[in-house]
């Protein structure tokens, strides 16, 4: 049984040796960026949503406002006129439009807050993809620079023996005239 164990983490062992010299950081690392890529991406859609649903709420304010200016004026108007009933209905109409501005100002104000912190997210995700890119502009041109060395230096070099002699004569001649 301890055998069987021994052979079974030895063999482990060996493949996980394998894996690790086939993946290529290099590879890695792109594989790295396109996921930070895809998530800044999508942080830049929320931002964007964020945004949009910000200026909403602040449209929807000032058209509350502009509502709210216009109630005092039919407020005066019905108080005038002693109409209590549809100054009833103003009032609640007008203490409706209150709570919906209030309600908007503090969501706007939490959605402020939200797209200033995903604003930093992404800028402090954009400075890592950067790194990130860097490193892998660094990793390519050692890789490259590697892959030139070892290009230039000839790995089979056949030579005949009649290369050999004539090599051998020009040698001998030159070594003979000086």
């Known amino acids: 049984m301890a055998l069987i164990t021994r ?3 030895l063999f482990q062992a060996d493949f996980h040796a394998v894996l690790d010299s086939i993946e290529e950081p290099d590879i890695q690392l792109k594989q790295a960026i396109r996921e930070m890529e895809f998530e800044l991406q999508q942080e830049q859609q929320a931002l964007a949503l964020l945004q949009h649903e910000s200026e909403q709420l602040t449209n929807l304010i000032i058209d509350l406002e ?4 216009n109630f005092d004026e ?5 108080f005038s006129a002693k109409k ?3 100054a009833r209905d103003l009032i609640r109409r007008k203490l409706e439009a209150e709570t919906t501005r209030t309600d908007a100002s503090k ?3 939490l959605i402020n807050t939200s797209i200033e912190k995903c604003q930093k997210r ?4 954009q400075q890592q993809l950067d790194n990130m890119k860097q490193k892998l502009g660094f990793l390519v041109t050692e890789k490259q620079a590697s892959v ?6 000839p790995t089979d070099i056949n ?4 290369d050999i002699e004539i090599a051998f004569l020009r040698e001998k001649q030159l070594r003979a005239k000086s």
């Open 74 to 78: 039919e407020l005066d108007i019905c």
């Open 148 to 153: 030139s060395t070892y290009r230039a230096v």
């Open 107 to 109: 969501q706007s104000g």
């Open 66 to 69: 502009s509502k709210l200016g």
């Open 84 to 86: 209590d009933d549809l």
């Open 159 to 162: 030579l005949r023996n009649e």
């Open 122 to 125: 992404l800028v402090e995700h």
């Open 7 to 9: 052979l079974t983490r």
